[in-house]
Every structure is written in C-alpha cells, then in structure tokens.
C-alpha cells in the first residue's frame, strides 16, 4: 500500500523559505517518479514539481519555477520541496504524490500559510 506522509508546513511571511518533507512507503520509493501538487483555499490541485526515480530529470511549474527546487533522498525514500521567496498566492495544502506529473496517489498533505 502506498503510504506518504508530508510534513514541515507552518505559517510564514512572505519573502521566507520553508522546506516541506514527504515520508514514502509501501512501494519502491527508488525506482519511483515523484511530485509535488497543492490545493489553495478555495481552489483546484495545481501540479506544482515533479523529479525523475533517479533525479535526471526535474519538471516544474511556472508559477513556482526559480522560486522552489525539488529534491530526494533515495536511501531514506524521503522527498524534499524548498520553497523560497514564498509568496501569499504560494498558501495552499501541499502533497507529494507518486508518478510524474501525477496528482494521485497522494499523502494527506501539510499546510502551508504565507501571510504577514
């Protein structure tokens, strides 16, 4: 059963960096496509990042491009999203999710708050 736990979301101001984790079981977290989506209030799931099984090839929106990198940790099956310059459009729900460009299956998700 595919298991993924996000966590690291808090309030923050804008202009302030936040990295967010996504905890994967269940599966081979290894030989996986990973990414990252959200869901602003009152919105729809916007695919944000997603990064290759072995990191070659890293996709990203435009809306966070330059602004967020997304990482992993294969051997701790952890996925990684820092998000700098974050800006009040950037608060949403945050999920990791696994497949390329995939919105589901995803975790529970963590929040995340930019406001001043």
């Given amino acids: 059963e595919v298991r993924l736990v996000e ?3 808090t309030t923050v101001a804008p202009g302030e960096s936040l990295r967010l984790s996504c905890a994967a079981s269940g599966f081979t977290f290894s ?5 990252w989506v959200r869901q602003a209030p009152g919105g729809g799931l916007e695919w944000i990042a997603s990064m290759t ?3 070659g090839n890293i996709f990203y929106s435009d809306s966070v491009r330059g602004r967020f990198t997304i990482s992993r ?3 701790k099956s952890i996925l990684f999203l ?7 459009a950037d608060t949403a729900m945050y999920y990791c999710a696994k497949g390329l460009r ?5 975790g529970q998700g963590t929040l995340v708050t930019v406001s001043s």
Avoid: E, F, I, Y
């Fill in 7 to 9: 966590s690291g979301g």
């Fill in 31 to 35: 030989a996986s496509s990973m990414s």
């Fill in 53 to 55: 099984a072995g990191g």
């Fill in 73 to 75: 940790d294969n051997g």
């Fill in 82 to 88: 820092q998000m700098r310059s974050l800006k009040t």
């Fill in 102 to 106: 995939a919105v589901a299956p995803r």
